[in-house]
């Protein structure tokens, strides 16, 4: 049995009588434009742990975040919407928070 933290967020995003197709461009061009001041330790700290070709492969290439739920499911059912990001990184938003996800063991 384990215990996991999650870091939860609070965003301005207005979810309100907007949709996904209007959301998602306007948070991936916020993440997009994020600068990762230990971008080298996320990257080595992930590849060190990565066991799966593929995820060593989407650790050293991977550069821009991306909207996991092409196809708005969890939008319409959980007004939530996730993306997966470099260095193995994941965030969800949600109309209230946003739930972080950092880098674990792979």
């Known amino acids: 049995m384990g215990t996991d933290l999650t870091p939860i967020g609070n965003h301005k995003i207005n979810f309100k009588r907007r949709s996904f197709k209007k959301l998602v461009p306007k948070i991936l061009d916020r993440l ?12 080595l700290y992930q590849l060190k742990n990565a ?6 492969r989407k650790i050293k290439t991977k550069k821009e ?16 919407i996730d993306f997966e990001g470099p260095f193995n990184l994941s965030l969800s938003f949600n109309k209230d928070y946003a739930f972080i996800c950092f880098p674990r063991r792979i």
């Open 32 to 43: 997009n434009n994020l600068e990762f001041v230990n971008s080298e330790f996320l990257r």
């Open 51 to 56: 066991w799966c070709v593929r995820t060593i």
């Open 65 to 80: 975040w991306t909207c996991r739920d092409e196809d708005n499911y969890c939008f319409k059912k959980h007004k939530s």
